[in-house]
């Protein structure tokens, strides 16, 4: 490897097992306690560098503008995939759609660090998501409950985030997605061996991971959580129900201040615990996202209700 | 890992972990009492590997929680998020006093990145706490995609080759005199393959108290780095 070859394709300069479950997971344990923030251009991502991100999402338009704006949502154009790339030096993420496994071979191609497969784009198969193992690139992927997440990960997803209602502003639909995936995480352990075998049907899941998990008390990869962060006490609240890590998507760029509220939010995540460190970096942020309820958008507009 | 240790950044952490003369005091015979920083990374696989080698971890996020510890690990993570949390809440400085003053520490990726005196491919302005006499190159080994793991012999650690994965990992560019290699990348992979530019690369180091590696030993279940980092810790309170 010359200076030349620091981006080089999928793994061919790996120097021993590359793409193994352990690198891929592993790669999202180093996120954890971290905020990851969605970015449409280079400058918005040496913002969420400046302020302490962990990872930028690139992506073509944020989720408030897909809402606004409608039509088709795919994945981003890779001059602007390979401007992010070039402009910071932590790890960058890309968004493909749900089943476009070609949009994620050129994510990996392009040497982004993750892929998110996710219900913010317009799916491109509503029957099957992409086969995740085939990939050196890992995968992250939504999920509402326990067997979603499961599913995901029996595919091959290395990192689970909770969806929320992305491009609202409400934290709402993510509080209920991450209660419930713990809750049933919860009900998982306190069960029999006998009776797990059914829950694994009820989950729709692998009986080998259903049983993991209930030994575990958690899931086999990092859960984070998304979709309607907008504050410090947003990013907090999520960490305190359980949450290792936290992205944030229009929350930042579609506010008054971004930098400012993207340092706030960072800070406010590692000191989740502490009131008197969230009262302090929520002071002077300007406005936050004007936002929309999500109880007031009609439900075939609602993107967490994608993927199944 | 599935031991239920100190929670990265949990409630526990604001509980002061009762230090050596406690201990002392109680009569009990315990391990070393070592801190996870707990900013942003992998605290909890770093907390679980201390805990299977007999050291007691607990979390540190505050100066007062750094002065109740033996001996420190810096976890991975993104060197330039932990960089910045450690300035905005003011444990830079108190750190680099304690490896001044002697404490044990230990880095592993982004820790081995905040050890270094001298880096490469860092952020704008990014710094480091600094204390061993290495110049780190970051993200050396490329992007995730060239993540990996092997096995490799580590000096000081008896029993064979050391499960390693590197993840969007650093290397040592260089290393002063004083600085102890423990391992460097072999010049041809296991699969006989060139290793290039990485080829003896230096890749985990020791300088007096201050211990760093490239790579993760925490999450390959391979606890002993953390074996020999509680016994660095052990001797440094002895003496």
Redesign the interface.
Known sequence: MSESSTRPGAGEAGLGEVGTARVKRGMAEMLKGGVIMDVVTPEQAKIAEDAGAVAVMALERVPADIRAQGGVARMSDPDMIEGIIDAVSIPVMAKARIGHFVEAQVLQSLGVDYVDESEVLTPADYANHIDKWAFTVPFVCGATNLGEALRRITEGAAMIRSKGEAGTGDVSNATTHMRQIRQEIRRLTSLPTDELFVAAKELQAPYELVAEVARTGKLPVVLFTAGGIATPADAAMMMQLGAEGVFVGSGIFKSGDPAARAKAIVQATTFHDDPDVIAKVSRGLGEAMVGINVEAEPAPVRLAERGW | M?V?VTP????A??VPAPGAAARAASGLAAGPTIGVL????????HAAALAAVGARAVAV?RRSELEAVDGVVVP???S??ID??LR??ELDEPLRAAIAEGMPVYGS??GMILLADRIE????GQRTLGGMDVLVR?????????????DLEVAGVPGGPVRT????APWVEQAGPGVEVLAR?PAT??DGRD????AGKIVAARQGRLLATAF?PE??GDVRVHALFARLVEDSRRS
Not at chain 2, 38 to 45: C, H, I, P, S, T
Not at chain 2, 138 to 150: H, K, L, M, T, W
């Open positions: 599935t239920p990265p950044a949990g409630p952490a604001t707990a900013l942003q990374g992998d605290v909890r696989e996020r991975g993570g993104e330039t998020t910045k949390l905005l809440f990726c982004a491919g860092g952020a704008a970051r993200n050396a080994f490329g992007r995730q995609v060239d993540s990996f793991e092997a994965a590197f993840i969007r990348i992979t296991a290793a290039g530019a990485a993760h999450i390959t």
